[in-house]
Structures are given as C-alpha cells and as structure tokens.
C-alpha cells in the first residue's frame, strides 16, 4: 500500500464560452495515475502547461478534480465516478495536517500584513487545539532554526525577507503541521541558483529527518533527475471534450 495512491485523476477546463456552440473543455489531466510509497522522492516533469501544478492543485484541494480517486495512507480522500456518491475529506483537519503543498511564489503564499511567525501560529493553532499560543510560538520558532532561519525573523514582515528566507518560511509552515506528503511545486525555479541549492539541501535533510515522502515538481529536469528516487514525465494532453 502506498502512502499516496492516485487514480485515474482527470481535470478539464471550459475553453469555448458556447453561445453558439457546443461548450467545449480542454483536458488538462487526462487519467493520471500514479503511486507513490512512504519516504519517496517523486519527480513530476513536464512542459509548461502540461497540468503539473493542476495535478498537485487536486491533491490538496485547492482546485476539485472532475473524477478520479485520491488515497492517503490507505484512507480515502477523494472518489468521485459515474453514478457513485462522491467522496470528499479534504475538509477534515487530519486530511489538511497529512498533505501540505509549498508553492514557487513565496511572496504571494504569505499574508503581506501579517508579521511571519505570527502568520504560521495561527495556522498552527487551527489545527493543534491542545496547545496555547506561547506553546505555539515555541514550537514554530523551534522549526524557524531547524529551516535555517534566525528566530528574529519571526517578527518580520513578507517584504522584510529576501526570496529564500521567504521560501524557507513557506517551509516552516507546511512543516510545523507535521504533515506525511509535501508537495513542492517549483519551489525553487523564482530563486537565484546559489540559493536554490541551500534550499533543496534543506529539503534534503528534512525529509530524512522526518521522513518525509516529496512530490517535487519542476520543469528543469537537470534539478528533478538529480534530486528524486524517481521521475514521473507529463505529457500536455491535447483532447478536447
Ligand atoms: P503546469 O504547472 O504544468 O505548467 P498548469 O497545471 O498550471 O500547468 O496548467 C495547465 C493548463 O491548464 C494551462 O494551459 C493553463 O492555461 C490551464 N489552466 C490552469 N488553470 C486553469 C483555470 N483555472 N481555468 C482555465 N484554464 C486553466
Ligand atoms: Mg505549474
């Protein structure tokens, strides 16, 4: 049993308006599987627009696929088929702490307004009812070192940060759930190489910490066949329905 089971995932979006015609939609995930097992490294490769951020956008619930299953360790998240009832627990907290997703925009992931550290206890304290907010703050301040950032930085703004301080924050957040899976979409390509290194090196070391199990996607290949046990290649699919 994998931690992560995806079957026959599809997604398609309305491409004709269909005043006239018969509304058209493009299939952007067009019967994705894929299997994936505890402390895995999984590469997803693809061209530009061939549904790598879709696919990972389904898996966390941000967008809905159209029909498909998703498992997490053994459990099933989402199912949805002809003529079945469908099956959605995203929205249950267990389901959110298990998958967490780290984007390659860190500027447009954070709240502008909100000073980091304070940002992620919120979203910490969502999720763990048993701990107060000084706990909170330990514990994420404790995860800001672990990511390699001083614990001044917990009172800084977004803007304050540079793009890998930024990103490491944005790591801090998906870690301090204690999730399984992390996604990583692209994580690195808005960074500068010296510090896209760091930054995948932390990733490195987290997963062994934590035993992690990765979905990295990116559309450099040199970075995904260098850093995952093994590479999942998208094709863009070209059917219309
Ligand atoms: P990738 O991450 O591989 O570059 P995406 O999954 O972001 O690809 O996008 C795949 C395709 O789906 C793109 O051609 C994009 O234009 C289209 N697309 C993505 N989101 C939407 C949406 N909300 N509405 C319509 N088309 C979309
Ligand atoms: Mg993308």
Request: charged share 45%; aromatic share 24%.
């Given at each position: 049993m994998g931690i992560l089971e995806v079957e026959s995932l599809n997604k398609s979006y309305d491409f004709s308006k269909g005043y006239l015609f018969k509304k058209k939609r493009k299939v952007i995930v067009d019967n994705f599987s894929m299997n994936i097992n505890e402390g895995e490294c999984v590469g997803l490769i693809g061209n530009s627009g061939s549904g790598k951020s879709t696919i990972a956008r389904c898996l966390v619930n941000i967008e809905k696929a159209d029909s498909g299953s998703i498992k997490i360790d053994g459990e099933s998240i989402f199912e949805k088929k002809d003529n079945m009832k469908e099956i959605n627990h995203f929205k249950k907290l267990e389901t959110k702490k298990k998958i967490q997703i780290i984007l390659q925009d860190s500027f447009a992931s954070l709240n502008p307004k909100k000073k980091v550290g304070r940002m992620i206890t919120e979203a910490l304290l969502i999720h763990e009812k048993n701990i107060d907010r000084k706990e909170a703050d330990e514990r994420v301040k404790e995860y800001f070192e672990l990511c390699g950032?001083?614990?001044?930085?917990?009172?800084?703004?977004?803007?304050?940060?540079s793009g890998g301080q930024r990103q490491r924050v944005c790591i801090v957040r998906a870690l301090v759930l204690k999730p399984k899976i992390i996604i990583c979409d692209e994580i690195t390509s808005a960074l500068d190489v010296s510090v896209q290194a760091k930054i995948l090196n932390l990733m490195l070391d987290l997963k062994e910490k934590f035993n992690l199990t990765y979905i990295f996607i990116s559309h450099d290949r040199d970075v995904v066949e260098c850093f995952c046990d093994r590479v999942i290649y998208l094709e863009k699919s070209n059917k219309i329905v």
């Open positions: 950032l001083r614990k001044e930085y917990f009172d800084r703004y977004p803007h304050e940060l």
